[in-house]
T-cell receptor, first 116, second 113 residues
Framework: GDSVTQMEGPVTLSEEAFLTINCTYT??????LFWYVQYPGEGLQLLLKATKADDKGSNKGFEATYRKETTSFHLEKGSVQVSDSAVYFC???????????????FGSGTRLQVQP | DSGVTQTPKHLITATGQRVTLRCSPR?????VYWYQQSLDQGLQFLIQYYNGEERAKGNILERFSAQQFPDLHSELNLSSLELGDSALYFC????????????FGPGTRLTVT
């Protein structure tokens, strides 16, 4: 079955540092890939997405490129802020039968702590 | 604000009891998904409804059931509750049954004592 593997957290960085959170996936078909962010006490928010190989998703300074050859979708940001402290989830959704895209399969989440 | 609402925000109940969680999707969205977030299992898909009909099932226990009503709101029913059912339950909605983007509600935190 489908699966998503994320790097373990927590990741602790100083403000303005470069961020990379690794994500690799296993899927049988052609999944769409997503990064969601969860701030303390809140639901998940879609951060960015990519629907086919070599697509780059970007939003709020975050970027991730869909790499089919390495089955990866690593999240990067050039300069993190304290306000980026949250839990980040990598997820995939694969085309499935008469239901269209299947529900999301999530990674375990990576907690990011940014210190001033 | 995603536009998805969930009630109640918190729920504390005893083992063996039954509870109902409610979700209202974004205006115009026809699909509703339920997810469970727990420390040991992470985020898991439970069930999907599209325009009133069940469309997909994930790791949903037989003690759990859901439905989507004509006004498109959905309810998740959890019965014979066990301590291990304590978790955050999220509802998400999307425009179609196969739409890429899902919008999540704030969640209901269930504590079973």
């Amino acid at each position: 079955g489908d699966s998503v593997t994320q790097m373990e957290g927590p990741v602790t960085l100083s403000e303005e540092a470069f961020l990379t959170i690794n994500c690799t996936y296993t899927a049988t078909g052609y999944p769409s890939l997503f990064w969601y962010v969860q701030y303390p006490g809140e639901g998940l928010q879609l951060l960015l997405k990519a629907t086919k190989a070599d697509d780059k998703g970007s939003n709020k300074g975050f970027e991730a490129t869909y790499r089919k050859e390495t089955t990866s979708f690593h999240l990067e940001k050039g300069s993190v802020q304290v306000s980026d402290s949250a839990v980040y989830f990598c997820a995939l959704s694969e085309l499935g039968g008469d239901t269209g895209r299947r529900a999301l399969t999530f990674g375990s989440g990576t907690r990011l702590q940014v210190q001033p | 604000d995603s536009g998805v609402t969930q009630t109640p925000k918190h729920l504390i109940t005893a083992t063996g009891q039954r509870v109902t969680l409610r979700c209202s999707p974004r205006s115009g969205d026809l699909s509703v998904y339920w997810y469970q977030q727990s420390l040991d299992q992470g985020l898991q898909f439970l069930i999907q409804y599209y325009n009133g009909e069940e469309r997909a099932k994930g790791n949903i226990l037989e003690r759990f059931s859901a439905q989507q009503f004509p006004d498109l709101h959905s309810e998740l029913n959890l019965s014979s509750l066990e301590l291990g059912d304590s978790a955050l339950y999220f509802c998400a909605s999307s425009a179609g049954q196969g739409a890429y983007e899902q919008y999540f509600g704030p969640g209901t935190r269930l504590t079973v004592t």
